[in-house]
């Protein structure tokens, strides 16, 4: 059975999904508690009604300092209801700012858990490869932003390795053989594709060892492309 493996790409369509859950489940939240703050705060207007209704309910209020007392009261109950007001507005505004930090929190976190674990990746596999461009009528192979000339029988070799690929099939040496020959594969070896595939592999493996790892420095020398840092002798 073949295993399965999480691709670059899946692992963004997961990470896209997480933070446009994330995101909506911190905006509903903040959304209901915003709703609720501002609906359970008393009505603005709720001072001026009960002053109204002393007024009303209240006929024998005529001197001047009664009547002088219930205007301040209704003055401060027209400060009341804008106080009240103004409170609304900072709360509405708070949510909004505490919405972004979360919203921007949560990305900024699932950013770095995604670069842990594909750093924890290419650490585990040296090399990821994000794109691989064959070029015939040059006869190059370009893996990620590298160049790695090859022959056209490596060429042929790893043409029909992608091929194959793209297809999710797997080959056989003789297989290998028998698509680049031309010939049927009963009568081709097994070792005829095998040692296509070993050339391959040297010829490539080379290059990305003296690109990534063994530098040759025109007229000065060899000397190992990497931190001084990380080598230890034991």
Not at 6 to 17: D, F, N, P, V, Y
Not at 41 to 70: C, K, M, Y
Not at 197 to 226: C, F, H, P, T, W
Request: hydrophobic fraction near 50%.
């Amino acid at each position: 059975m073949q295993a399965h493996t999480i691709t670059a790409s899946e692992s963004r369509r997961s990470g896209a999904r997480i933070v446009t859950g994330g995101i909506i489940a911190i905006v509903a939240i903040l959304a209901i508690a915003g709703v609720l703050l501002i609906f359970t705060l008393p009505d603005a207007n709720a001072f001026n009604g009960r002053v109204e209704r002393i007024f009303v309910e209240n006929d024998n209020l005529t001197s001047q300092a009664e009547v002088t007392l219930l205007e301040i009261l209704a003055q401060s109950g027209t400060a009341f209801s804008d106080v009240l007001a103004s409170y609304r507005l900072v709360i509405y505004v708070l949510l909004v700012f505490a919405a972004a930090l979360l919203v921007a929190a949560l990305v900024f976190l699932l950013m770095l858990v995604t670069l842990n674990r594909r750093m924890a990746q290419i650490e585990r596999s040296g090399i990821e490869v994000s794109s691989l461009i064959i070029s015939r009528e040059e006869n190059t192979v370009y893996l990620n932003t590298m160049g790695f000339k090859l022959t056209e029988a490596m060429m042929e070799t790893l043409s029909v390795l992608a091929e194959a690929r793209l297809d999710d099939e797997m080959l056989s040496g003789s297989q290998i053989e028998a698509v680049i020959s031309g010939k049927a594969e009963a009568d081709c070896d097994e070792a005829a594709g095998a040692t296509r595939i070993k050339r391959l592999r040297d010829g490539l493996g080379n290059q990305m060892v003296s690109e990534l790892l063994v530098k040759n420095i025109a007229r000065r020398g060899y000397m190992l492309a990497i931190d001084k840092g990380v080598i230890e002798m034991v």
